[in-house]
């Protein structure tokens, strides 16, 4: 006898003893089932080098949302837990590059326990940015986890928009 006919389905298949209805029959196999498929789905992505390297050193890609405007360039940036000082913008003539970095620790000892946790994670972000974009009146808010930069285009950049008008064919 062998540990593999001890097991009521097979392994090679992913298949779990299911209800007419196609759910497992008992919930803790579901569970089972679906942790597999995450931690399956999470190192298949990183030996493919879709989930990457960012995925396994404690970098993070914060959503990002950038607009354009008539009057300016509008960068947002979800950003929770971070502050303003765990935050760097730099602003060059055809790009704009966010940094930021967050370590917490927290240790707590009480009656004879003693826990002790580390988190880091850290990202950058490079915008590439059009002509005509006047970086003496970039300004920056962050304010509820989002932060937000405003890069007003110069007047020359602003004149040069043009509208085109849609007609019917």
């Given amino acids: 006898m062998q540990i593999s006919d001890l097991i009521p389905w097979g392994r090679d ?17 579901a569970l089972q089932r679906d942790i597999n498929h995450v931690f399956e789905d999470f190192w298949g992505r990183v030996e493919n080098g879709l989930g990457g390297r960012n995925a396994v050193v404690g970098m993070f890609g914060p959503s990002t949302d950038v607009t354009e405007t008539d009057k300016s360039i509008e960068v947002s940036m979800e950003l929770p837990g971070m502050t303003e000082e765990d935050i760097d913008i730099s602003l060059s003539s055809d790009a704009m590059t966010i940094r930021g ?30 002509a005509g974009v006047d970086p003496e009146k970039a300004d920056a808010k962050f304010k509820n986890g989002v ?3 405003s890069l007003p285009k110069t007047e020359e950049a602003q004149a040069k928009v043009k509208r085109i008008p849609v007609k019917a064919a």
């Fill in 101 to 130: 970095e967050k370590k917490v620790e927290h240790e707590e000892t009480r009656k004879g326990v003693y826990m002790s946790e580390r988190s880091y994670g850290s990202f950058y972000r490079t915008v590439p940015l059009p």
């Fill in 147 to 149: 932060l937000t930069v």
């Fill in 13 to 29: 298949k992913d298949q779990a003893p299911t209800t007419e209805s196609g759910r497992a029959a008992n919930p803790l196999v």
